[in-house]
């Protein structure tokens, strides 16, 4: 009695909707992928693209275009949690808001401040 490892391998498209997909045998000559291309003739212009650490695989060019247009092939963007510096900024952004505004009254006003005229 002897012992046989075999390994399959599937392949599938990517495309949204399609339900293409092939599985045979992966032999070291390579007649398990030459015998699915004669039941799946897609396997012969089959495309791989490698994108944002992802590998895609396509059937066609239809099913490419259709899952780039949906964004697939772009990265994702890190989420960013900005966190704002100081011990109350907030207090602080108010206090400068409402001294502007005094300032602005102020002036219009005639009661004081410095104008200096630059030349």
Known sequence: MSILDSTYRTVSCNG?????????????????AVAATETHPWLKTVRIVSASGHN?????????????GL???NPEERKQIVVPQGANTIAHAAAAAKAAEEATVKLKSGEGGKIQVGG
Request: net charge negative; aromatic share 10%; charged share 20%.
């Open 16 to 32: 949204p909707g399609c339900d293409k997909t092939a599985t045979f045998e992966q032999r070291q000559d390579n007649q398990g």
């Open 56 to 68: 895609f695989v396509y059937c066609s060019d239809a099913c490419e275009l259709a899952n780039v």
């Open 71 to 73: 964004g697939a092939h």
